[in-house]
């Protein structure tokens, strides 16, 4: 599978950002997909991902309340509205996915193939 992100960008703090992620490849519902994001100097770290089929969404704490992430099936995109955003949201933003069958818990650790990233920064 192939997957391309975008929406990427500079902002300041409390603005909001949508990134988009459009896959290829791969019926897009056999897909799991989340976002992840590394910041300078720190390692990976998962972000939200949601289902292959849009029903379940997980969160990090950290941005729970804040960012909603999304998908729409027909159109084989994933995206991440990202609203009040912080300074320390600032990192390269990965959209990841795995294979799946409808019957299996969706597990973060089972990402496994990521796109090229883009960056947000957010200005305090």
């Known amino acids: 599978v192939q997957l391309q992100a975008s929406g990427g960008g500079l902002v300041q703090a409390g603005d909001s950002l949508r990134l988009s992620c459009a896959a290829s490849g791969r019926p897009f519902t056999t897909l799991n997909m989340g976002w992840f994001r590394q910041a300078p100097g720190k390692e990976r770290e998962f972000v939200a991902a949601?289902?292959?089929?849009?029903?379940?969404?997980y969160y990090d704490d950290s941005v729970k309340g804040r960012f909603t992430i999304s998908r729409d099936n027909a159109k084989n995109t994933v995206a991440l509205q990202m609203n009040n955003l912080k300074p320390e949201d600032t990192a390269v933003y990965y959209c990841?996915?795995?294979?799946?069958?409808?019957?299996?818990?969706?597990?973060?650790?089972?990402?496994?193939?990521w796109g090229q990233g883009t960056q947000v920064t957010v200005s305090s």
């Open positions: 949601i289902n292959w089929g849009g029903g379940i969404t």
């Open positions: 990841a996915a795995y294979r799946t069958i409808p019957q299996a818990t969706m597990r973060i650790n089972s990402f496994d193939t």
